[in-house]
């Protein structure tokens, strides 16, 4: 994943913070899709580990990420 990172940051100046914005927002469209389309009323928890991926995790937890999908 690093080198993908790298790459995409080198070649294509799509920056990490970019990146990990993307990856939360889409993660957390796939959760709602898992949830029938609704997160009313639904406890969702959200485990990160201490790796790059844990920036995805934290933008998918975060209330501006779950807002813009309602």
Request: proline share 0%; no cysteine; charged share 25%.
């Amino acid at each position: 994943m690093r080198e993908v990172d790298r790459l995409m940051i080198e070649k294509y100046g799509i920056q990490l913070l970019q990146m990990m914005e993307n990856a939360g927002r889409n993660l957390a469209k796939l959760a709602r899709r898992f949830l029938d389309g609704s997160i009313s009323g639904k406890q969702i928890i959200v485990v990160a580990g201490k790796g790059n991926n844990r920036g995805g995790g934290l933008v998918a937890q975060s209330t501006s990420t779950i807002g813009r999908l309602r």
